[in-house]
């Protein structure tokens, strides 16, 4: 079975500085791995996407992420926040069945200060 | 192109009534996967529909049901309502093969049970 922890529920960050949102997987296949962004009253959008091609992963609004396999990990990352990353994040990883379930988890809560 | 669109926005039920939500997907999608999100929690996939078929199932009680038409927009239908199923339920659309991990969501229906 696959699953993922995201190690922070909330995370606070300054506008300009460096985010950091740390995802661990697991898995006993190569998986595939997401990062999805839901702001309040919206859906939910796809950041990024591994799916066993480059590692390093770039998305959308400057954010990318890396794939450690031997750290079992996907952190997301970003070198400047800005007001509008406000939002709640989701590691997400894709099943092995043939039919493409998506396994969240719990979330990241980010705040941007001014 | 036209995205993935849900109907009702919100809705107010009371226990042991039913409810019926509905989806269109995106133009080009003929799989159609149904989310629950409940309040500070990831959402949970609860079964997803390819060519007018149940097509996987997460871990959610029978009375939860859905349909495919063939136009691919689809129904959630949720009998006899516990407290417990408050939440926002989450369509994603998307196709088979290489891009099933490729989910499009909606903006979500937000179910109160009272």
């Known amino acids: 079975a696959q699953s993922v922890t995201q190690l922070d529920s909330h995370v606070s960050v300054s506008e300009g500085t460096p985010v950091l949102l740390r995802c661990n997987y697991s898995?006993?296949?190569?998986?595939?791995l997401f990062w999805y962004v839901q702001h309040p009253n919206k859906g939910l959008q796809l950041l990024l996407k591994?799916?066993?091609?480059?590692?390093l992963v770039k998305g959308i609004n400057g954010f990318e992420a890396e794939f450690k396999k031997s750290e079992t990990s996907f952190h997301l990352t970003k070198p400047s926040a800005h007001m509008s990353d406000a939002a709640e994040y989701f590691c997400?990883?894709?099943?092995?069945?043939?039919?493409?379930?998506?396994?969240f988890g719990a979330g990241t809560q980010v705040v941007v200060t001014p | 192109e036209t995205g993935v669109t849900q109907s009702p926005t919100h809705l107010i039920k009371t226990r042991g009534q039913q409810v019926t939500l509905r989806c269109s997907s995106q133009?080009?999608?003929?799989?159609v996967s149904w989310y629950q999100q409940a309040l500070g929690q990831g959402p949970q996939f609860i079964f997803q529909?390819?060519?007018?078929?149940?097509?996987g199932r997460g871990n959610f009680p029978p009375r939860f049901s859905g349909l495919q038409f063939p136009n691919y927009s689809s129904e959630l239908n949720v009998n006899a309502l516990e407290l417990d199923d408050s939440a926002l339920y989450l369509c994603?659309?998307?196709?088979?093969?290489?891009?099933?991990?490729?989910?499009?969501f909606g903006p979500g229906t937000r179910l109160t049970v009272t």
């Open positions: 994603a659309s998307s196709t088979e093969g290489l891009a099933k991990f490729e989910q499009y």
């Open positions: 898995s006993s296949y190569s998986p595939s």
């Open positions: 591994y799916t066993s091609a480059a590692t």
């Open positions: 997400v990883v894709g099943s092995s069945d043939s039919w493409g379930k998506l396994q």
């Open positions: 133009s080009g999608h003929n799989t």
């Open positions: 529909y390819y060519r007018e078929e149940e097509n």
